[in-house]
């Protein structure tokens, strides 16, 4: 069969995580040297698509790039083409502009676009495709929270940051037999905190799939003081909310399409502790922007890789509307309408979480 495309286009969306680099830098060597095709990439995202702001993607461009976090494209997670915020006659409006974008990408004939991003981004990448443009996914977020796919790229390195944090907690947590408690990132699933907590060997995870008792926590503190294990350390997911609370907001970016930005509940614990728990000093780190940034584990590297190869070999085979996903160890692709909206949380019946309650560890429920 005649291969139609000549040229692809990719960006990048949402909250950059390592690993972007890397699927940027497949894509084009492989788009390249496989089957010639002219690769561009679109800066900051859809913004760039619809400002048609691009640059050629070469090999020369994609050359020392592969273990390096962020994105050589930029990426905003303000931007939604279907909802957009425009000036007119003097006034800021929100209006559909998608059309222009697709205008855009005729005008360049651009013949399919690869876009990497989380829910957010992947949802505009399932209206797009809905308007019959030419659209691959690839799945990438540090929460690890897409369905279709067993793991997302980027995922492994904040789990990387999240754990080694915890091992250098325990040693100071050690010598003042204090209580340390660790927050760290994930939104509303807790994948993060559950897999850096079984690695760095915390006493207790909380995640938001399992609402705590603060109590609950505090008789486990006091139960490894009887063990003569006069320190604690507690991994705590941004999403996690106690019995009968709430999640706690730290920021409302009002010009992103999903505004609430989660943070705090690591200090409330701390502060709800120290009220029950005196023989302890109880201290809070907030992980935040590390997780996402610096170096891409070498299991990131070969997972983005992969992505990047199997999107450009589908889009050479004609199969749109899809994202490329991960089953079991094999390389797979799925509707982009069965990933959007279906968010991949942590089954609190699930393995993971009966292996850690095997070895002792608490969630506070
Ligand atoms: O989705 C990735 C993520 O890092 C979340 O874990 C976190 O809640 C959010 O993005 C933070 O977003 P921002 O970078 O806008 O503060």
């Known amino acids: ?64 790039i592969l273990h390096k976090g962020g994105t050589i494209l930029y990426s905003s997670n303000k931007d939604n083409l279907f909802d957009y915020l425009v000036e007119e006659n003097g006034q800021r409006v929100r209006k559909d502009v998608s059309d222009v974008a697709i205008e855009n990408m005729k005008k360049e004939n651009i013949d399919a676009l690869v876009v990497i991003g989380g829910d957010g981004t992947l949802t505009s990448a399932r209206d797009f495709s809905r308007k019959g443009l030419n659209v691959i996914g690839v799945p990438k977020t540090i929460d690890n929270d897409l369905a279709a796919t067993e793991v997302t790229f980027g995922f492994n390195s904040a789990l990387e940051v999240a754990t080694e944090a915890l091992g250098r907690l325990h040693t100071t947590a050690e010598s003042h037999r204090r209580v340390m408690i660790l927050e760290v990132m994930g939104r509303n699933a807790g994948w993060i905190a559950l897999e850096a907590g079984i690695a760095g060997s915390a006493d207790v995870i909380v995640i938001p799939e399992i609402p705590y008792d603060t109590n609950k926590i505090a008789e486990k503190i006091k139960k490894r003081d009887k063990e003569g294990k006069l320190f604690t350390v507690i991994v705590i997911a941004e999403g996690a909310k106690p019995k009968n609370g709430d999640v706690v907001i730290n920021r409302i970016v009002e010009d992103s399409p999903d505004p609430v930005r989660l943070g705090g509940i690591g200090n409330k614990l701390a502060n709800d502790l120290e009220k029950i728990i005196k023989d302890h000093e109880i201290r809070c780190t907030i992980l ?50 069965n990933v959007i909206g279906k968010a991949k949380l942590v089954d609190e019946h699930g393995e993971l979480v009966q292996v850690a309650k095997s070895i002792g560890v608490s969630f506070g429920d």
């Open 1 to 64: 069969m005649e291969n139609k495309i000549k040229k692809i286009a990719l960006l990048t969306g949402g909250g950059d995580c390592p690993g972007l680099n890397a699927v940027i830098r497949a894509v084009t060597r492989t788009a390249i040297l496989k089957y010639g095709y002219e690769v561009v990439g679109y800066i900051f995202g859809y913004r760039g698509l619809y400002h048609n702001q691009k640059v050629n993607l070469t090999l020369d461009s994609v050359s020392g």
């Open 288 to 337: 935040g922007h590390l997780q996402r940034g610096g170096t891409t584990t070498t299991y990131d590297r070969i997972l983005s890789t992969r992505y990047g190869v199997a999107a450009v070999e589908m889009a050479n085979k004609g199969e749109f509307g899809k994202m490329v996903c991960l089953r079991g160890d094999k390389i797979s692709s799925e509707s982009l309408e």
